[in-house]
């Protein structure tokens, strides 16, 4: 959910200058990884594109195109730790008022500071991150769609179904037979 609210491209201005010396650095250690075919290296260059990923929407969560983008709860102080908990935990039972205490503010001014800040309220956000935590377990790593449905906090497989298949447009057997034609 994350990446689909990015930009198309993400530019690291002042690369040298105000960025540090930590970038061309490490994109040095990237190309001699790629480069020279040690053992491991592929490992390494991936990890190193992470940390490059990394910095890149870090940069890009604290300037101000994001503060105006469907980002920006995760750059709020307060709504970044409902959202937190709601991405560490996505099966638990969340409330509003559970949601609330999290970020630290009154249930009426979190709901209504997650509402305006993402554009969508806080329980329509979660169903969505749960279909997504869903979906992936599915598509990528095969599990039940009762199994699905527990780790997206259904304790019904029924229910789940007709919530995943309103979210995504297919049902979750959908995206578990794909993870098995892939194979």
Known sequence: MIFERLPPYLH?????????PWF?????MLGNEADQGHPGGDLIALRLSEIILAQALRRYLQGSEAQES???GFTDPFLARALAAM????????KVSDLAHEAGLSRSGFASRFAETLGVTPMVYLTRWRMQVAR??????GVSVG?????????SEAAFSRAFKAELGAPPSHFRLRSRQVE
């Open 87 to 94: 991405h560490e935990d996505p099966a638990r039972d969340w």
């Open 70 to 72: 469907a980002l920006a």
């Open 12 to 20: 690291i201005a002042g690369y040298g200058e105000t960025v540090g």
């Open 136 to 141: 992936e377990a599915l598509a990528k790593h």
């Open 24 to 28: 061309a650095d490490t994109l040095r």
């Open 147 to 155: 199994k699905a449905a527990e780790l997206a906090g259904y304790a």
